[in-house]
Structure formats: C-alpha cells, structure tokens
C-alpha cells in the first residue's frame, strides 16, 4: 500500500538497518529476522539462528495464567537513539533444519513500540484500523496527488513520462468539539482496511473511547491495529502496532447500524447526523459504561443464535443497572415498611424452621432478592423513563433472553421464531 494508506512497520523494521539489544526469550545470536501481520491481525516475528543458538531465558511452568511481559529490543545500526521493542513476545515454533544447520523460531507479539526520531513535534496521528465495510457511501472526500516516474531504455533511447495522479475517495469527517475532531477514511486498494486522521495528537483513552462510540453508530466493530505520529514535514516520528482483536467473527457481521444515517438513503452517512449520534453517545460513555457494554455487544453480535439472546439480554440488563437508581430496582420501596418485612420473615418463618443452621443462614441470605424488580420490570421502568413502550411482540422476546440463560430447548423446533427474537432483542438495545 501507498504511505498514509496502512500501518508501514513492516517495510521499516525489515530493512535489515536494526540489531538486537536485548533478545528477551528468543535463542540468540539471530543471523535474520522478518516480522509481519498474519491474515489473522497477528504480528508474527520468524528469526533465524544456527542450530547451536540457544535462549537465556528461564521457562515458565506450564498452565500458569500471567502477564506476558517478556519483550525483545531492537536498536538502529546508524542512530543508537532509534529504538523498536517488541512487548509480549511468546514462542510456539521451532524448526530446524540440518542441512543449513539453521533453525527457525516463529514468535507471537502482542506490540510493538517505536521511536524513529528524536526531533520534531508529533503534530498528525493516523489510527490504522480494519474491518470497515464497504456497505455506506461517505460524504466527504480524500484527494490524494501522486507523483508518477516511469521510464523506458532501449540502447540510446531514452522514454521519459513524470506525471501526478489525483484520487478521490471518500471519508467521514466526525466533530466532538473545536479541538477533537477525526476523519475517518476508507485505504483506496482495500475492501476493509482504512484510518482515522485525528486533528491532534490524542490521549489514548480518548481514542478508545471514540472509536467504541464510531463502531457501535457504523454497525461494525472497528478492529484496533496500532497508530502512526507525523510532524510538520510529514516525516514518521514514532508508531505504536497491536495485535488485532477480531471478537471472533466480526469481519463476518453485515454492516447493521442501530439508526438511520442518511435522510434520503439506506446505504449512505451523513457526516452531520453520524457526529451527532458519536457525540451523543461519546458524552455519557463514563456514565453509561460504555466500554463494558460495547464489548458485550460485539461478541453478542458474533455470537451464535441459541446464546446470544441471554448475551442481548445482558447488554440490555446492564443498560438498565447503569440508569435506573436504586429505588427504581426496588418493589418495596420505603426502608421501614421492607425492614418490617425482612424482620417478619426471619423471625416468623425461618428461625421457626426446624431445619440445620447452615440452611437457615442460607435462606435469610437470598431475602434481599424479594425485594429486586424482575430484570423485564426493570426494563420497563428504563424504558419509561425515555418514553418508549415495549409492544407485545417486544415483551415476548425477553423470554429468548431467559430460554438462552437456562439452556432451554427451542420450543417445537420454531428457530426462525428464535432468531427473530434475537434480532428483536438487538434492535431493541439498540
């Protein structure tokens, strides 16, 4: 791809102009190494090392759960201020081959950090991102000039032809504020890749907030790559790459966004109406726990329909946890007349029971519960407090909710009334 098209870690990196400083868990010396992303948005790195090179590092016990911390550096022949690091570095081959006397490690990463330049202001930065669909038509333009060198030589004969080239294509230009603003861009030879072009140098909360909050409106789960800073001149100043997180089927997802996004077509976006919603929702993300529920939500979306109604359902539920307060949870509301009420049924009621003492303290463990609204009431009161009513076919829904949490049978066999009742339950979070 061109520059300013996709992340360009891999054409910096393997240009053979760095050396290893620290090998981290890799055998060591490496006589060659390659890093790339993998059609699975993994970052592999394959080294290469003479069948006697050996790690320093100390295993693991097998079945831990940790943090993988393990890193690898890398620093530039020419410019020792020029540093690459590889963070969560993991080997899980090792091929050797006799003939060579070589063997080759392939290693997963989790990031990598750099920093190529030590002078000049980070004043652009690109977010690289993938899985955008080509279903919306955006309203805004790109204009890309490039400058085309081509020759022809033939003895003496020398055909010359310097030219630019312009392209036009299309992004979407989403406006929180004066200062946070983004354009988010289409790669013109992908069907999928694309960026977002940040007007200033963003902190990383931030980006993740707002790229929670672009997702969700455009119906797709953007998949997070890395980012790349650029000062005045254009020049890349340092670049940050992920390891991808595609939530287990989200390139599969058709392109469903929760609203209209254009007055006048189904299969276009308007930049106004789109930055409206992204800031809406960008507004009370903290309040609402957006993060949280954007991740239910996605892996609901790539879920399979038989468990993705109690998944709706939960994103639904925690909807609602967030928004009602407390005595909106409640059937009884006043404290002294459910104090009166509690007392009454322990004293009553249990201790009367002539049954172990353990089961007892069990029994007045679960009172509490008498006294919270059923998850559908709760849904209900949240929903009249925004003025929406739940029609019939609304309310029956929530049953798939409750048949996929208990692992019930579809009743008769009816799976297309099963899967309605899931999209009812998505349209309905929506």
């Given at each position: 791809m061109e520059k300013f098209e996709f992340e360009e870690f891999e054409d910096i990196i393997n240009t053979r102009m760095f050396k290893f400083n620290n090998y981290g868990p890799l055998k060591e010396p490496i006589t060659s190494f390659k890093i790339y992303?993998?059609?699975?948005?993994?970052?592999?790195?394959?080294?290469?090392?003479?069948?006697?090179?050996?790690?320093?590092?100390?295993?693991?016990?097998?079945?831990?759960?940790?943090?993988?911390?393990?890193?690898?550096?890398?620093?530039?022949?020419?410019?020792?201020?020029?540093?690459i690091t590889l963070f969560g570095v993991t080997t899980y081959s090792n091929n050797i081959n006799l003939n060579s006397n070589e063997q080759n490690e392939l290693s997963l990463i989790n990031t990598i950090s750099a920093t190529l330049k030590n002078e000049g202001e980070e004043k652009y930065m690109i977010e690289w991102i993938d899985n955008i669909d080509s279903f919306f038509i955006f309203d805004q333009s790109i204009i890309r000039n490039k400058k085309v060198h081509n020759s022809l030589s033939i003895d003496d004969i020398v055909l010359k032809d310097e030219s630019i080239k312009n392209d036009s294509h299309h992004c979407l230009h989403i406006l929180l504020s004066d200062v946070l603003s983004c354009y988010l861009c289409r790669s013109s030879d992908s069907n999928t890749k694309g960026f977002i072009l940040y007007k200033n140098i963003e902190e990383e909360d931030i980006r993740n907030k707002l790229r929670n909050c672009i997702s969700f409106v455009l119906g797709k789960p953007l998949i997070y790559l890395g980012y790349s800073c650029y000062n005045d001149n254009s020049e890349l100043v340092s670049f940050k790459t992920i390891r991808g997180h595609d939530y287990n089927g989200a390139f599969k997802l058709n392109t469903q966004a929760p609203t209209i996004l254009h007055s006048q077509a189904t299969n276009a976006i308007d930049s106004m109406i789109f930055s409206n919603l992204v800031s809406n929702i960008y507004s009370i993300y903290d309040d609402i726990d957006f993060r949280h529920l954007s991740w239910l939500y996605w892996h609901a979306s790539t879920s399979a329909p038989h468990s993705a109604g109690v998944q709706f359902g939960a994103c639904i539920e925690s909807l609602c946890t967030k928004s009602l307060t407390d005595n909106e949870k409640k059937l009884i509301i006043d404290k002294t007349i459910w104090k009166k009420f509690r007392k009454n049924i322990i004293n009553e009621s249990i201790e009367t029971l002539e049954i172990d003492k353990d089961i007892k303290e069990q029994l007045k463990s679960k009172i509490d519960i008498l006294n919270v609204l059923s998850q559908k009431k709760q849904l209900q009161n949240f929903l009249q407090k925004i003025n929406i009513k739940l029609s019939t076919t609304e309310e029956n829904a929530w049953q798939q909710r409750n048949d996929s949490a208990h692992g019930n049978p579809v009743k008769d066999g009816n799976y297309i009334k099963m899967i309605r009742e899931v999209k009812i339950l998505r349209t309905l979070f929506n």
């Open positions: 992303r993998d059609s699975d948005l993994r970052i592999i790195l394959k080294s290469t090392s003479s069948i006697q090179a050996k790690s320093n590092f100390i295993e693991k016990t097998q079945g831990l759960v940790y943090n993988n911390e393990d890193k690898v550096v890398l620093h530039s022949y020419y410019n020792k201020n020029v540093e």
